[in-house]
């Protein structure tokens, strides 16, 4: 054996992969993780923009309490021991036209809440609470092998009464057998986004698993963010000799004699190079669909058999939002508040009203300045904004359109969030929209979905798609098979899935060794370029190549300040091509990962990935038309490449430079643009500390024959979006106004 063979190979580093991973690791596995996006976690991850850590999919995660299927994962993985779990005030809030109800934690609160609000509805408050609680009850013990299911299925109403008597109907085929009550049906299911789009078809024993868990247990957030949870458990796998590569795409898994030995992989940026690993066996913790495409035709074919009629769960919409202030000092008191449009009466309105118009979809607000969430400084908080959302109201759009859509739908948010919250509005200092298109980027998975397969009744429970797959030494982990989606059911399932492998691998490995990580880089010298701004140059991987313009992702190891951060940022990439190392160069604050960057020595590692982007010559360029560069601050970094990548080929495309800075001292390179100045470049500094800022007048009096040019706009969103209403002012065509916003 070589060091490219281990006892299990994960595909993916979700919550279901990493869970597996740790725990095949704390078993003395030898484990192989390998993640195509920058950082681990799927939709459990956060990224950083302004002052503000934005968390990507929790709102709170469910139980945590003697009851709850993952409290012993947690246990084993020492996981309480090193990320901080804060309980949430309330299971949530509720507000429609008829209604403004707090739901409580616990079983006898909610209950005693609910019978007060609901008095003629008690009997069926307590018999619909009661079959939850039982489902939730009986699950530890219910078979996961569909096998198992089907063999004792004829003695289940005397061991297993209330998973199969849920099974028998959906969410709202309960609802309308246990109340009368329109507005309490709502109330009850008013969370149900978190699991699936429709009661009708909600499969009632996932739903009552979770819902009771969340009730009885509470609901959760992870201090600072999902983000160190999924760190945690890559962690967990490192520490216990594995390995996590993020950054790398499996694009074939290797069969031989009709069993799963390995998987070939590529740098998921540089793909030029193909890596090949093997396995005593593989976990696939990515979506079911897309393991088809890797497996040779004959076994994806077996796999397509067994999925081919299955649907995707719904996706989601959600709009991140950094605050000015706590929104708790407007007068919110609660964590999460559900808003149910007026025209929703009925529970048999809820799916219509998902798929509706976005002025009139249910959405939730969720509040993280209730709770020490860590995730903005001292005096501003965070914010989300969920709706339901589909592929379907997105995948047609053009770039332009789709950019468009975004602040349109952003905006009509923001105004119905005011109406519910006076003042709202004018406490927004940055936002970021988040859709299904959005999703599918970054986790690949089909229709954006981050559910997996939908929660159906059809699809649930015994009808899940089972740990194990028709090919021999391939399993699954995930929100795509058993039990199901969210973090408890991916935890849950990583967890299963592991002790499943293990009971299968009698020995480990022997000649085991560590794969080289291609993405590290040494830090070689910092140097200040202007006022408050630093130029940090790296070594340059081997085999490393991007183009102009591009930008790439740097992360710190172990960095040394961690207050509101997250250890990486993306960065462009000052350096051209064809230098034998990368530069970069960013404005310095008081932000933790700026300030650790600077504390770096010469000769320190980190890690780059990439490149990405697609703001290149080849974007920018079009026959007979010249440049105009219009700049603001640091965007400055990508246009050093960009100008000499024109001067290398020798072109005489005309090159404008328009760079907005308050002062000289504060303009990055500009003595090195004066040196560059030529029949074919000009460069103009605009000092807004001493000058008026960039408008159409000044365009138009710097630039000649504006038909002739294209305008290229890097810089924050607002000098972004002021600028390129300038140049509409001008009459510039839209294809030629490109724009490159860093935020």
């Not at 957030?221 to 999924?230: D, N, T």
Request: glycine letters at 8%; a neutral charge; aromatic letters at 12%.
């Amino acid at each position: 054996m070589s060091k490219n063979t281990f006892d299990i190979i994960i595909i993916g580093g979700g919550l279901g992969g990493l869970t597996a991973g740790a725990t095949l690791a704390k078993l003395g596995k030898k484990v192989l993780l390998l993640e195509q996006h920058y950082v681990v976690g799927g939709c459990a991850t956060t990224f950083k923009r302004k002052d503000y850590v934005m968390e990507v999919g929790l709102h709170e995660m469910d139980g945590l309490f003697e009851k709850d299927l993952k409290l012993d994962i947690f246990k084993f993985l020492e996981v309480e021991k090193n990320v901080d779990l804060i309980q949430v005030p309330e299971l949530y809030r509720m507000k429609s036209k008829n209604l403004d109800f707090v739901f409580p934690h616990g079983n006898d609160e909610s209950i005693e809440a609910l019978i007060e609000k609901f008095p003629s509805e008690e009997k069926g408050i307590r018999g619909f609470m009661a079959l939850m609680d039982g489902v939730l009850e009986e699950l530890p013990s219910f078979p996961t092998k569909k096998w198992k299911q089907n063999l004792k299925l004829p003695f289940m109403p005397l061991t297993h009464p209330n998973v199969v008597k849920a099974s028998r109907k959906t969410v709202g085929e309960w609802l309308d057998y246990y109340f009368k009550d329109e507005d309490l049906k709502l109330l009850l299911q008013a969370n149900l986004l978190y699991y699936h789009d429709d009661p009708y078809t909600m499969s009632m024993i996932y739903f009552s698993a979770a819902q009771s868990s969340y009730i009885q247990g509470g609901g959760h957030f992870i201090k600072g963010g999902s983000q160190k949870l999924s760190d945690y458990l890559a962690s967990v796998i490192e520490q216990h000799n594995g390995q996590v590569q993020v950054g790398k795409k499996v694009n074939k898994i290797i069969i031989e004699n009709g069993k799963a030995v390995g998987v070939e992989f590529t740098d998921k940026y540089n793909t030029s190079k193909t890596h090949t690993v093997f396995g005593s066996k593989i976990i696939a913790n990515t979506a079911v669909p897309l393991v088809k495409k890797l497996l040779p035709e004959k076994e994806g074919k077996k796999l397509n058999h067994k999925i081919k009629n299955l649907k995707a769960a719904c996706s989601l919409l959600s709009i991140y939002i950094g605050f000015k202030k706590e929104i708790k000092a407007l007068g919110n008191k609660y964590y999460s508040t559900f808003i149910t449009d007026d025209n929703v009466s009925s529970i048999k309105d809820v799916y219509s009203n998902n798929k509706g118009e976005w002025d009139k979809r249910n959405f939730v607000f969720v509040d993280y300045s209730q709770i020490d969430s860590q995730l903005a400084p001292e005096g501003k908080s965070f914010g989300a904004i969920c709706s339901a959302d589909y592929l379907t109201d997105w995948e047609s759009l053009s770039p332009e359109e789709y950019t468009q859509k975004k602040e349109e739908v952003a905006e009509i948010f923001f105004n119905r969030l005011e109406e519910h919250f006076p003042g709202i509005k004018d406490e927004i200092e940055y936002y970021e929209v988040g859709t299904s298109k959005t999703i599918q980027r970054y986790t690949m998975n089909p229709e954006g979905t981050p559910y997996g397969f939908a929660q159906t009744a059809e699809q649930a429970g015994r009808n899940r798609t089972p740990l194990t797959s028709p090919i021999k030494n391939l399993h699954f982990a995930g929100a795509w098979t058993f039990p199901g989606g969210g973090f408890t059911g991916a935890i849950i399932s990583g967890f299963l899935s592991a002790q499943e492998v293990n009971k299968k691998i009698k020995t480990t490995v022997s000649d085991y060794g560590i794969l080289e990580d291609e993405n590290v880089i040494e830090l070689i010298k910092k140097e200040c370029i202007a006022d408050n701004t630093y130029e940090f140059t790296f070594t340059k991987p081997k085999g490393f190549e991007y183009q102009a313009g591009q930008y790439g992702i740097l992360e710190l190891i172990n960095p040394k300040f961690n207050e509101v951060e997250i250890p990486h940022r993306a960065l462009s990439f000052v350096s051209h091509p064809d230098e034998p190392y990368l530069r970069f160069a960013l404005r310095l604050s008081d932000s933790s990962y700026k300030k650790s960057l600077m504390a770096l020595d010469d000769g320190a590692k980190c890690k780059c990935y990439g490149p990405i982007g697609d703001f290149t010559q080849k974007k920018l360029s079009q026959q007979d038309k010249g440049i105009v560069f219009i700049v603001s601050g640091i965007g400055i970094t990508p246009i050093l490449p960009l100008i000499k990548e024109y001067q290398k080929k020798n072109q005489n495309t005309p090159i404008t430079l328009l760079y907005s800075n308050k002062t000289l001292e504060a303009s990055a390179y500009h003595d090195h643009f004066i040196d560059l100045e030529s029949e074919n470049f000009s460069y103009h500094t605009v000092l807004t500390a001493t000058e008026k800022r960039i408008d159409k007048s000044y365009i138009k009096g710097k630039i000649e024959n504006l038909e002739q040019h294209r305008f290229c706009i890097v810089g924050g969103r607002a000098f972004v979006v002021g600028m390129q209403k300038e140049l509409q002012g001008l009459e510039i065509p839209s294809q030629d106004i490109i724009a490159d916003d860093f935020g």
